[in-house]
């Protein structure tokens, strides 16, 4: 698998001192302070952080379902303010597909209340991005006989059938056992490698944010405040047993856990 | 490493068999196994355990003024649907009741439509239903007779009063219960207003708001036959609870059951034709409900 550098052209999304707040009757949280970032076309954007430090919330954002109290957020120059169909998101949840409706159904809902695509095209779309993550068999069939691991599959296809701008998933692996994280890490590269869109991902694992992301975002513990922005393009499964992995690893290990940054290949042990 | 005796077990590996070998691993029930265990085939059985004990219990007590055995009272029964008496009562109060049903529900669709809208709608309905939902039916019917007299407008007044609430009440708990990423993933992609409601909240919240259908049918045949035993005396045309009323007055306990046994049909009719029927095709389906 080769990924060529995304091409920096221009931002396709653009997160400006972005303060985020929760306002509950009897407090208030500061979920993200001042957060800059730009995502690029074609990015696979990691958001690496300790759990609480508020990338939920970031993604959210993004998607339009929370405004910030300060900075803005622009996707292709014009501002978000609701949540719209050009930024599909993937949740953490299995039960985020529709129960009422199949497999086929739930894929093809978005594109039809949209009407992004002509009628007869749909179906088609439908169809073929769910062959892509490997579901024809189970087209007709409602989410509930459905496994952990399918349900977020068809949540991912249902999300990509619709060609957004750019796809928000918020740990959407979290939930899975290890092999099938494995081998959805790797369907979604895949995936990548055949359209090339662009991805936001939240996650809170280091080898994962590594091994899918093609730059990564570092955040520090709650109040989330920008502590990094990386180049992960060149790591991958191919060279995962590599010092250089191990030694980025290492670097975001001490930038989460706020240890002074040590020479990479210093004495101790790497704990990756 | 602790050395442990564990390495003294040797290791292996199989080759998985060919699942042809196995048997069977999914094959359709036979036609046994499907009547054994069908809803309708179990409660058909029960039904006629009940006549049966009904039978033996009447013929033991021999006094047909207290109560009259099965087969007097289903001779009554098929006697009254051929004259076509029970036919027309009947018929009177399935009128009655499917006018105050689907007023009811067309007020609850109302009142739910404005408490989504709005926290003060919410507030509003929640009071409402607080106040009203615990308030017997039947005690308004004195104040339903004075404000439109004897006859239908009364009884559907009545109806509604019963039907409203508890639709109401179900709906809006069920609309509250859903998931905050169903609602994410509607307005995600650009549902509002009527389109959100009807595609999103509805269809999900749809076991409460079927719950809600059933009670509220229930409470409505309740409440109209027992409306109708309190003033079907002047009417003209009565339902079924006039029907028994009169029987009750000329001392014929045989009619009396026969029309309590229509009562009884129909309810069961209702909820174990219809009712299962919708939940067949929607919440069982959809794995929402087993
Ligand atoms: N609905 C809410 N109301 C009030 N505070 C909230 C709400 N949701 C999150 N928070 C607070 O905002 C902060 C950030 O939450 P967020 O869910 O974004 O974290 P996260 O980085 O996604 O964590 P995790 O990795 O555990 O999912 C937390 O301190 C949390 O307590
Ligand atoms: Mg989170």
């Known amino acids: 698998m080769s990924m060529p550098a995304p091409s920096s052209s221009q931002a396709l999304l653009a997160v400006n001192g972005v303060t985020l707040q929760y306002k509950t009757p009897r407090h208030l949280v500061t979920a993200t302070y001042r957060v800059n970032f730009s995502v690029h076309q074609g990015d696979r954007y990691v958001i690496l952080g300790p759990s609480g430090c508020g990338k939920s919330t970031l993604l959210k954002a993004v998607g339009g379902f929370m405004s910030p109290v300060e900075g803005e957020i622009t996707i292709r120059g014009r501002k978000i303010d609701a949540p719209g169909p050009d930024r599909m998101m993937v949740f953490q949840e299995f039960e985020q597909l529709m129960p009422w409706k199949t497999v086929f159904q739930n894929v093809l809902f978005p594109m039809k209340v949209t009407k992004k695509f002509a009628r007869e095209d749909t179906i088609a779309r439908a169809n073929s991005v769910i062959e892509k993550v490997g579901l024809t068999k189970f087209k007709d069939v409602y989410p509930h006989m459905l496994s952990g691991g399918m349900k977020m599959r068809v949540a991912i296809a249902r999300a990509m059938a619709l060609e957004p701008d750019i796809l928000l998933m918020d740990e959407p692996f979290a939930a ?54 990386l180049d992960t393009d060149r790591l991958n499964y191919n060279n995962i047993d590599h010092v250089d992995f191990g030694a980025m690893s290492k670097r975001i290990h001490n930038l989460l856990f706020g240890e002074k940054p040590k020479q990479p290949g210093a004495k101790e042990g790497a704990t990756a | 490493m602790q050395n442990t005796n564990t390495s003294a077990r040797p290791e292996f590996e199989i080759e998985p068999v060919d699942s042809g070998s196995i048997g069977e691993v999914e094959r359709p029930l036979s036609l046994f196994e499907r009547i054994a265990t069908n809803e309708t085939v179990q409660r058909f059985a029960i039904l006629v355990v009940l006549i049966l004990v009904w039978e033996l219990y009447a013929r033991w007590l021999n006094n047909s003024l207290l109560f009259p055995t099965f087969t007097d009272t289903i001779g009554t029964f098929f006697r009254d649907i051929k004259n076509g008496v029970l036919i027309n009562r009947t018929i009177t109060s399935m009128r009655t009741l499917v006018i105050g049903y689907a007023f009811g529900l067309a007020i609850a669709a109302v009142f739910t439509t404005f408490a ?44 509604i009063h019963s039907v409203l609430w508890a639709v109401a009440l179900n ?64 009417s003209r045309s009565g339902g079924i609870g006039w029907y028994i009323f009169e029987a009750r007055n000329e001392l014929d306990t045989a009619t009396v059951f026969s029309g309590l046994l229509t009562v009884i049909l129909i309810g069961l009719f209702v909820e174990s034709v219809i ?14 409900q087993t």
């Open chain 1, 176 to 229: 899975l056992d290890a092999l099938t994280r494995r081998s959805m890490q790797q369907e979604l590269l895949s995936l990548w490698d055949q359209l090339r869109f662009t991805v936001m991902f939240v996650t809170h694992s280091i080898e994962e944010a590594i091994l899918v992301g093609s730059r990564v975002l570092v955040l520090s513990p709650h109040p989330g405040r920008v502590r990094a922005e």
């Open chain 2, 171 to 234: 709906t809006l708990s069920g609309f509250r219960a859903v998931p905050e990423t169903l609602r994410m993933g509607g307005r995600n992609v650009g549902l509002k207003g009527a389109r959100y409601v009807g595609l999103i909240l509805i269809p999900a919240a749809f076991p409460s708001i079927l719950a809600g259908l059933k009670i509220g049918w229930a409470f409505a045949w309740r409440t109209l036959v027992a409306a109708e035993l309190v003033f079907g005396v002047s």
């Open chain 2, 275 to 288: 009712f299962r029927a919708i939940e067949a095709r929607t919440v069982n389906l959809w794995g929402m």
């Open chain 2, 116 to 159: 989504v809208a709005s926290g003060l709608g919410t507030r509003i309905l929640s009071t409402l239903t607080a106040m009203f939902n615990p308030l017997p039916a039947i005690a308004l019917l004195p104040l339903a007779l004075i404000w439109f007299g004897l006859g239908t407008p009364s009884l559907v007044f009545v109806i």
